[in-house]
């Protein structure tokens, strides 16, 4: 290396591992990171630390068991997970789901994305050194987390639906308090753009940031907002509707830059977009069952589906191959959206400083518990 | 002997005392203050309102396993937090609480300028915590931390020279009395070196926005990440003693340090009844809680960003400052 | 787990190798037979090509292959599946449509043709892999199957390409054609152990770097032996011949 230029100075460039124990890489993911100086010239995403085997795990389970594991994969939005596998299944059935039950389910699934908005909100602002940013979010995730408690008990692993329906209706006056939480949603999000959307140093440090360009991202199987961010008009929710989401009226923001700030705009706006659903879904909330006609033993006839749903990380996708035999099924494949925007990572960071590493990890918003299943 | 040695020693040890005891204080008031710009309350557990752990926190980082890693310089991994600390009280020193000799230690004729060499020589202890801890972090820690203390050293000390063109001392007692006579504070007749200052002061003593030598959330603590229980809280010590020093010496440079506001008007006399160090204290307190209120608010600066802002923005400026504040002595 | 019973069936087949039909009682629902297998497992035995003896058990077969329906007469198939036959006459085995979702199934050695075809051309323009994934058929001859979900994000619409693939044969990597399949490929060289030809970094991604065997595969046991066998084999292998199965946790 040191042949031409400088005879005198041997250099070398310096590898160094960024976690499995690190703050800001959000769980146990590991880089390794070749410097020169404090640029980075190379990258190795190493991950399977929480690897648990929860495909293996699902081809020896009933299907209503499976639910469960599927909270544990993105374990901060549980209830999507959920969605997406009971979706799968259902259209694996062929089982017609009440009204009421998808109406429920998309209030549901956005009160998720608001939670995990919330968490990858305050993480990232912190990576980037705005710690307050931080304990705002978390102080208005607390608020979906107790709505969640009081729906269905649980505060992060919720298993709260079943093939076919709901487990359960929304308790009395549970409506009412998801409207106060829209309200007081709609106060906090000021508060957060406050500290950062004109803050210079945010501008400086997001700007220009982890450019990425549309067909690149999408070549590269970006999905959600990293996608979005780069001006892909791809949203699961208005290309593929599940759910209830063909009767509500919301728009899908799009990025022009493709760089960190414009991916954090647009999952600021889908808080917006999100509390405007279900702002809709209670409004039309209709009457009726939660539970559609789902045989007691569940065994799907022979066959393979992908289904596909948009979780608050991207495309959550579930391939479930059924052999038409037993009442598990024969394979289960979990298309994770963290785990496709991990691979989007390694594009981004090379010849970025060490300092936007942190910046990018916290931009594609992952959770390990969904990149290693 | 009374005078040159008894004296100057009691005044060494309560000095030192007060401000062992008040960093452990600021460390509480840091978090209470942080916790109520973050809607949170804080310590609370022990004693009234959490107070007493500002008693704790240091018993427990006493009574902690001291580790010293096995790969890591040890002559200089324990060099290393005290070269930090000593500079930063030693520049106690030449700080004036009061206009009376009884409220400083030594009023030396150069004394801006021996707290400045001084507060430099802190820089060392960082170097050499990231290099003796012989890891990675700490190392590129301590690479920036160098970059940074020094390019920042330049600014400050270019700044301060159109202070002393202005007070035309480089004593601390001078200079506040230059204010005395001069009927203002500095901080209004130099509002851009006290900015550049304040800055500066901001990058010198790592702290938000400029806090990349220790970065918790980037390189995992920085420079201290190898070290643990006394040897850690010697850094931390540092830190915050140089954040108070720092805030002294802006509070007299600019603000009239023990002077009342407005010390040249007659109707305000009444205040003269607060004694001085407790006005120098207030502007003291004053210049802490911004630090706090600053840290609770702006995310970080990239490295990058960082050099540039203190090459590209704050030298040229405090040149600037300095040929201005030149012709406007001359033509005055 | 509930099913005890399947390390002593399998001990003798030693740890290596356990086969594919030792394994399948280890579904928690061994009583699942009297479902009407529909069309495809009539040719129920094709026996023992690798298989033991029956077990006294007589667990149900194994599968021997997905459904693979062939779409109702009715039904015209996209434009861009009849374009995809018309171009490349000798590629697609099959026509599937199951649930709305349409499946081409292609030969190996034309997978690549099928899949740049599918990505340029206009009627189909499918830009977007979504995912990349594979299941196993052990009986079967080319026992896996490897699955590309298609997405155009222009068209808005989606198919699946499916190969099939012997343990030994090479599948072409489509990651020159999508970047995405990177990964998407490595997760399935690490869990089934099917080779892509022509992939610029084939390493295992989510098991460790030295791990033996296939996670995903199906005559890979759901539970292992623990970490006893990758610290030391040589013990795991003595405990696992001792009478007393107690010993091994």
Not at chain 1, 76 to 87: H, I, K
Not at chain 2, 242 to 266: C, D, H, K, Q
Request: proline share 8%; glycine share 8%; hydrophobic share 45%.
């Amino acid at each position: 290396m040191a042949t031409q230029s400088a005879p005198i100075f041997d250099t070398d460039e310096l590898v160094i591992n960024m976690g499995p124990q690190h703050p800001s890489t959000h769980g146990v993911l590991r880089l390794v990171l070749k410097l020169d100086g404090e640029r980075v010239v190379d990258c190795d995403t190493v991950m399977g630390y929480v690897h648990r085997g929860i495909e293996k795990l699902s081809e020896n389970r009933d299907w209503t068991q499976i639910i469960l594991l599927t909270d544990r994969m993105d374990y901060v939005a549980a209830a999507t997970n959920n969605l997406g596998y009971c979706e799968t299944v259902e259209k694996l059935l062929e089982v017609e789901v009440p009204r009421r039950a998808r109406y429920i389910r998309t209030i549901l699934a956005e009160l998720q994305r608001i939670g995990s908005h919330c968490l990858w909100l305050g993480t990232h602002a912190m990576d980037i050194g705005a710690m307050t940013v931080l304990l705002y979010a978390f102080r208005e995730r607390e608020l979906v987390l107790d709505l969640f408690e009081e729906y269905c008990g649980a505060r992060l692993t919720y298993n709260s639906m079943r093939i076919g329906g709901l487990p359960l209706d929304i308790p009395s006056g549970w409506d009412q308090k998801v409207r106060a939480f829209c309200d007081v949603m709609e106060t906090k999000l000021p508060e957060y753009e406050e500290l950062l959307t004109n803050n210079r140093i945010w501008l400086e440090r997001t700007r220009g940031v982890g450019v990425i360009s549309g067909p690149d991202a999408t070549a590269l199987g970006l999905c959600g907002p990293p996608l979005r961010g780069s001006g892909v008009y791809r949203d699961v929710r208005k290309d593929e509707p599940y759910a209830a989401y063909d009767e509500f009226d919301f728009e899908v923001p799009l990025g022009t830059q493709g760089d960190t700030y414009d991916r954090y705009l647009i999952r600021l706006e889908e808080f917006r977009q999100s509390i405007r659903i279900i702002r809709q879904a209670l409004d039309g909330l209709p009457e009726g069952p939660i539970m559609g006609k789902v045989p007691r033993l569940l065994k799907p006839k022979a066959g393979e589906t992908y289904h596909a749903i948009e979780s608050p990380k991207g495309e959550l996708g579930y391939f479930i191959v059924s052999d038409g035999r037993a009442t598990n099924p024969y394979r289960l494949r979990v298309r994770p959206p963290s785990f496709c925007n991990l691979q989007g990572l390694k594009p981004l960071i090379v010849g970025h400083l060490v300092a936007d590493v942190v910046c990018l990890i916290g931009t594609i918003d992952i959770v390990l518990g969904e990149v290693d299943r | 002997m009374l005078d040159t040695l008894v004296i100057p020693l009691l005044k060494i040890v309560v000095l030192l005392n007060a401000i062992l005891i008040s960093v452990t204080f600021m460390v509480l008031m840091e978090r209470k203050v942080i916790a109520w710009a973050q809607s949170r309350l804080g310590p609370m557990r022990v004693g009234p309102y959490g107070v007493l752990q500002a008693i704790v926190d240091p018993i427990k980082l006493i009574l902690k396993e001291d580790i010293t890693p096995v790969k890591a310089d040890k002559m200089l991994f324990s060099l290393a937090p005290i070269l930090s600390l000593v500079p930063a009280l030693v520049a106690f020193a030449v700080v004036p609480f009061g206009g009376d000799e009884l409220f400083y230690v030594a009023d030396i004729n150069v004394g801006l300028l021996f707290f400045l060499s001084v507060t430099s020589i802190g820089v060392y202890g960082i170097i050499l915590a990231g290099w003796a801890s012989n890891s990675k972090y700490p190392l590129l820690a301590s690479l920036r931390a160098s970059a940074q203390l020094i390019s920042y050293e330049i600014a400050v000390t270019m700044t301060l020279v159109s202070v002393i063109l202005t007070s035309g001392t480089l004593s601390m007692v001078g200079i506040v009395e230059a204010q005395l006579a001069d009927g203002v504070w500095y901080g209004f007749i130099q509002p851009v070196a006290f900015v550049l200052v304040m800055i500066g002061a901001l990058a010198e003593t790592n702290r938000v926005p400029f806090d990349l030598p220790e970065a918790e959330t980037e390189l995992t603590g920085g420079f201290h990440t190898e070290y643990s229980g006394m040897r850690f809280s010697l850094f931390f010590l540092a830190e915050y003693a140089n954040i108070i020093v720092i805030s002294a010496v802006t509070a007299l440079l600019f603000f009239g340090g023990w002077l009342r506001p407005f010390p040249n008007v007659e109707a305000l006399a009444f205040l003269d009844i607060i004694p001085g160090w407790i006005w120098l204290f207030g502007k003291i307190f004053l210049f802490l809680y911004l630090f706090m209120w600053i840290r609770a608010t702006l995310p970080r600066y990239r490295y990058d960003q960082l050099m540039r802002i203190g090459w590209k923005l704050l030298i040229p400026i405090a040149l600037a400052n300095i040929v201005v504040t030149g012709i406007v002595k001359v033509l005055v | 787990m509930t099913d005890d019973p399947k390390p002593a069936g399998s001990a003798p087949d030693g740890p290596a190798k356990p086969d594919a039909a030792s394994d399948t009682p280890a579904t928690p629902e061994p009583a699942a037979k009297p479902a009407q297998p529909p069309a495809a497992a009539a040719p129920a035995a094709k026996p023992a090509a690798k298989k033991p003896a029956p077990k006294p058990k007589a667990p149900p077969e194994p599968p021997k292959g997905p459904e693979d329906p062939a779409p109702p007469d009715d039904l015209e198939p996209p434009a861009f599946i009849a374009a995809l036959q018309q171009a490349h006459p000798d590629a697609v085995e099959q026509l599937s449509y199951w649930v709305g979702d349409w499946t081409v199934i292609v030969k190996l050695e034309a997978l690549i043709d099928v899949a740049t075809y599918l990505r340029d051309a206009d009627d189909a323009s499918f830009d977007y892999c979504s995912d990349l994934t594979a299941s196993d058929w052990p009986p079967r001859e080319k026992r896996f199957d490897v699955i590309y979900c298609l997405y155009s994000t222009r068209r808005r619409h989606r198919v699946r390409i499916k190969v099939r693939a012997g343990e030994e044969d090479q599948v072409a990597s489509v990651s020159g054609l999508w970047t995405a399949a990177n990964w998407f490929e490595r997760e399935v060289w690490d869990m089934f152990g099917v080779k892509f030809a022509g992939h610029p970094d084939l390493r295992r991604i989510l098991m460790p770097e030295g791990w033996q065997g296939f996670p995903q595969r199906k005559d890979y046991p759901l539970e292992g032996p623990g970490e006893l066998l990758l610290e030391s084999p040589m013990e795991w292998l003595r405990l696992r011949n001792l009478p007393d199965e107690a010993e091994i946790e």
